[in-house]
């Protein structure tokens, strides 16, 4: 399929959207009192038919969209992933934004998407599971899924093969679902054989069913992860809105509706160690701009937006913050941000390593470049004063990705009229439109450069012990991750010489994804690799390495110092003072953070060896002070 249109016009899109929201914006009634105008001023917007979607897109230069499903084979996707053998599954979110409360049934399901013809495309569909309130992700184990939909997460599986699950196990439960914006999501295998997820907001206090014995786990602001087995972990990072990625090194990064990037540098699991420590931060937003940065939408502002602006400028109805710091604009800043995802594929060419992100309230994707920043990074536009794609089609929604087994980055995308809370809709402009108009609707697409390599489908669900270690060398992370999960899952010993031989591979990513192999089989091999060339592997080394030989450690590179630091939180042996001092120095806020909850108790002797330390003490001395002799830690 042919690139639709060049990166030139996109500033002509942006351009147009500014002038249309001056049009709309004098059309609309200058007050709330005059509903019959109001009512004309709020014209229903018409969908674009699957069939044409393609001339509304504006895509940068050297890379091509296309179709890979649509109404009526899916509807409301809201996420995606390939299993072992390539077959999609999809979970649809169709009784968005309402529920029960509102006198709306559950409607969500899972559905399995097959390929029969091996044209590329999937041509016929199975509900694997229905009957769903407001599912909002997937993750895959021993033949089923984990489901995300809140209270709960299920586990489903289909034992008889006809794509149907027949064992609908509820695993955990407690999550908080007031808040249809801000439900837990985007369940992800993290390299360390933990399922993470994000929870956007609504808390919980969540018991899991299958270890009734543990006790419940509080999640208000926070993230969580959990073993298939049936234990589950708070997490720092929480607040963030649907979204969750990991990069080849196991940094994880999240999105809120308002902030492109959010990078969670510190875990709780760290601070906790240290409960009268005062910190001050564990997630860093790493974007430059800050919060509600610019975005360069081609899409008209729609109507009801540009009349609550009006209606907020006015006083008369209660506004946000962010409207009115961007200078009353309807559009034009970070609102919807959405399914942030470090690509990690081939087929879009050097993209590998690119940060994807949805703006699912102005019809666009956005793209950023992780720049190191200490112990953290900086995530640097990559298009100055345009957008990787943007749409002309408002009820174009781009709400989540997917890496996929050919390379290729995936995108859901939900086609709604509109995309919001009720709640962040006035009353008098909500009783004009329909929230659930196209809920039967919905997309898939597939983005590649413009001549990608075309690949067999993958037939891993009975592979042997050598072809799953061989996966681990593949160049696509879809491959890797999925080969690191089967090795898990099948627990073969004799996997481990095969994997082993791995940790002496050209290519960092390999090495590491063969440390957490055989960390997954019960083989720590951290040791071996912590004088590796590449930071990020001698980073996972720290990790997985015995305490023992991590008193002799000095790196310069600030993320092993960082989990270094940590490591030392883990261990009550003196040795440990004598290397949290030794990364004292120059050490930026977060490996202060990170050096002050190792202490725990060696605050004093920490602080005396840096005024004998011979380097540079006074420089540190102060902030670290500051740090390890605080008394309070706020909950996040």
Same mark, same amino acid.
């Given at each position: 399929m042919r690139l639709v249109r060049k990166a030139a016009t996109v500033n002509n899109g942006a351009v147009l959207a500014a002038v249309t929201f001056a049009c709309v914006l004098a059309s609309v009634p200058p007050l709330v009192a005059e509903e019959p105008d109001l009512a004309k001023s709020l014209p229903r917007l018409a969908p674009t038919e699957a069939a044409d979607a393609l001339a509304t897109f504006l895509l940068q230069p050297g890379f091509k969209i296309e179709l890979v499903a649509a109404e009526p084979l899916?509807?409301?996707?809201?996420?995606?992933?390939?299993?072992?053998?390539?077959?999609?599954?999809?979970?649809?979110?169709?009784?968005?934004?309402?529920?029960?409360?509102?006198?709306?049934?559950?409607?969500?399901?899972?559905?399995?998407?097959?390929?029969?013809?091996?044209?590329?495309?999937?041509?016929?569909?199975?509900?694997?599971?229905?009957?769903?309130?407001?599912?909002?992700?997937l993750a895959f184990w021993d033949g089923g899924v984990f489901v995300a939909a809140a209270p709960h997460i299920y586990y489903l599986k289909d034992t008889n093969g006809d794509h149907v699950a027949d064992v609908r196990e509820i695993v955990f439960t407690g999550f908080g679902d007031s808040n249809v914006q801000a439900l837990f999501s985007n369940l992800r295998w993290g390299p360390d054989h933990w399922i993470y997820g994000q929870n956007g907001g609504n808390g919980g206090n969540v018991r899991s069913l299958r270890k009734p014995d543990l006790p419940a786990v509080p999640l208000e602001g926070r993230d969580f992860r959990f073993r298939p087995t049936g234990e589950l972990?708070?997490?720092?990072?929480?607040?963030?809105?649907?979204?969750?990625?990991?990069?080849?090194?196991?940094?994880?990064?999240?999105?809120?509706?308002?902030?492109?990037?959010?990078?969670? !540098?510190? @875990?709780?699991?760290?601070?906790?160690?240290?409960?009268?420590?005062? #910190? *001050?931060?564990?997630?860093?937003?790493? &974007?430059?701009?800050?919060?509600?940065?610019?975005?360069?939408?081609?899409?008209?502002?729609?109507?009801?937006?540009?009349?609550?602006?009006?209606?907020?400028?006015?006083?008369?109805?209660?506004?946000?913050?962010?409207?009115?710091?961007?200078?009353?604009?309807?559009?034009?800043?970070?609102?919807?941000?959405?399914?942030?995802?470090?690509?990690?594929?081939?087929?879009?060419?050097?993209?590998?390593?690119?940060?994807? !992100?949805? @703006?699912?309230?102005?019809?666009?994707?956005?793209?950023?470049?992780? #720049? *190191?920043?200490?112990?953290?990074?900086? &995530?640097?536009r990559v298009d100055a004063t345009s957008e990787f794609l943007v749409s002309s089609d408002n009820w174009f929604r781009p709400v989540n990705f997917a890496n996929g087994p050919d390379g290729a980055l995936y995108l859901c995308d939900m086609y709604r009229e509109a995309i919001e809370h009720p709640w962040s809709i006035p009353e008098v402009i909500k009783k004009h439109l329909d929230l659930t108009s196209g809920k039967e609707r919905g997309r898939l697409w597939r983005i590649t450069g413009e001549d990608p390599p075309r690949r067999e489908r993958p037939r891993l669900g009975k592979a042997d012990t050598a072809s799953l270690v061989a996966a681990l060398e593949s160049r696509e992370g879809w491959w890797r991750d999925t080969a690191l999960r089967l090795l898990y899952e099948r627990q073969v010993r004799a996997a481990v010489p095969l994997v082993e031989k791995l940790l002496r591979h050209d290519r960092p990513e390999v090495r590491v994804a063969a440390l957490w192999a055989l960390d997954g089989l019960g083989h720590l091999r951290g040791d071996a690799l912590l004088a590796d060339p590449h930071a990020g592997v001698r980073e996972q080394a720290v990790r997985l390495a015995s305490i023992e030989r991590l008193f002799d450690v000095d790196d310069a590179d600030p993320r092993v110092r960082l989990e270094l630091a940590s490591r030392m939180a883990q261990t009550d042996d003196p040795r440990a003072v004598e290397v949290l001092a030794r990364l004292a120095p120059g050490a930026d806020s977060w490996l202060q953070t990170a050096i002050a909850a190792a202490a725990r108790g060696r605050e004093a002797a920490l602080y005396s060896h840096g005024s004998r330390g011979t380097r540079s003490p006074i420089r540190w001395r102060s902030p670290l002070a500051t740090r390890i002799s605080s008394r309070r830690w706020p909950r996040r």
């Open positions: 899916v509807a409301s996707p809201v996420e995606m992933q390939f299993d072992e053998d390539g077959l999609l599954w999809v979970i649809e979110m169709i009784d968005y934004p309402y529920d029960k409360r509102e006198g709306v049934p559950p409607q969500g399901r899972v559905k399995i998407l097959e390929d029969t013809n091996q044209d590329g495309r999937p041509d016929c569909g199975f509900v694997f599971a229905d009957n769903l309130g407001w599912p909002t992700s972990e708070a997490l720092a990072g929480g607040r963030g809105r649907f979204s969750n990625t990991f990069d080849d090194f196991g940094r994880r990064f999240a999105c809120s509706t308002t902030h492109p990037v959010r990078h969670i !540098v510190l @875990e709780e699991r760290l601070v906790r160690a240290n409960p009268h420590l005062k #910190v *001050p931060a564990l997630v860093a937003l790493i &974007a430059p701009e800050g919060s509600a940065g610019p975005v360069y939408p081609a899409s008209p502002p729609e109507p009801w937006r540009v009349a609550r602006t009006k209606m907020l400028l006015a006083g008369d109805v209660p506004g946000t913050v962010a409207t009115l710091e961007q200078g009353s604009r309807a559009t034009g800043y970070f609102t919807g941000a959405t399914g942030l995802t470090v690509y990690r594929g081939t087929a879009l060419g050097d993209q590998y390593g690119t940060l994807f !992100v949805g @703006e699912c309230a102005q019809n666009l994707i956005h793209r950023r470049a992780l #720049v *190191p920043n200490g112990s953290t990074f900086r &995530a640097e």
